[in-house]
């Protein structure tokens, strides 16, 4: 294979499809990102999730600009990670919005409690982590949430839910 064949392209020169086919190929736990406010109650699944650092613990969340969530998140302040188990595809497609189901109804399909800063918890995720959000940077199509960490609770310990190839793994 030469340099010069698309495989081997430089940054600027990868096309938005050879860019989300490689995206597909990185493996990543899968989430329902919630929030809770004074913009209402909202949840979306997401496996743009990163640890940033632990002083002060810091995660990352990027959320599409144009997705009607992205402003709830933002006007709330909050938000809590939710980690999901394999037995939890079903509910990964509806916070998907795969199922035309409204919020309202999509959150009813999960059993939840409210964490400190009132951001939903899924009673049952592999681990919720309870954040603030203390900065948000627009970068591309996406908003990249930072959230300090402040509270989490572990669930019972089995095989996560994880997205790779475009397609549900159990790990």
């Known amino acids: 294979m030469s340099e010069d064949s698309p495989e081997h392209r430089e940054a600027d020169g990868v096309d ?13 736990s ?11 109650v909202c949840g979306i699944t997401a496996s743009a999730v990163c640890s940033v650092s632990d002083t002060p613990p810091t995660l990352l969340v990027c959320l599409n600009r144009q997705s009607a969530m992205n402003p709830i998140f933002k006007a ?3 938000f809590c990670i939710n980690t999901l188990a394999a037995d939890h595809q079903a509910l990964s497609e509806v ?12 959150m009813d399909a999960a059993q939840w409690r409210e964490t400190a800063s009132g951001a939903p918890a899924l009673t049952d995720a ?3 982590l309870d954040c ?9 199509t996406h ?5 300090e960490v402040l509270g989490l609770s572990f669930g ?8 790779l190839h475009r397609t549900y793994h159990s790990l």
Request: charged fraction near 15%; proline fraction near 3%; charge should be positive.
């Open 30 to 40: 899968v989430h329902i990102i919630t929030s809770a406010g004074p913009a209402g």
């Open 143 to 147: 908003s990249v949430f930072f959230g």
């Open 132 to 140: 603030r959000i203390t900065e948000v940077n627009e970068v591309g």
């Open 76 to 78: 709330n302040g909050v």
């Open 156 to 163: 019972v310990r089995r095989p996560a839910l994880v997205y």
């Open 16 to 28: 938005r499809g050879a860019f989300r086919e490689a995206m597909s190929r990185l493996g990543a």
């Open 126 to 128: 592999l681990v919720s």
């Open 95 to 106: 916070f998907a919005g795969s199922t035309g189901l409204d919020m309202h109804q999509r």
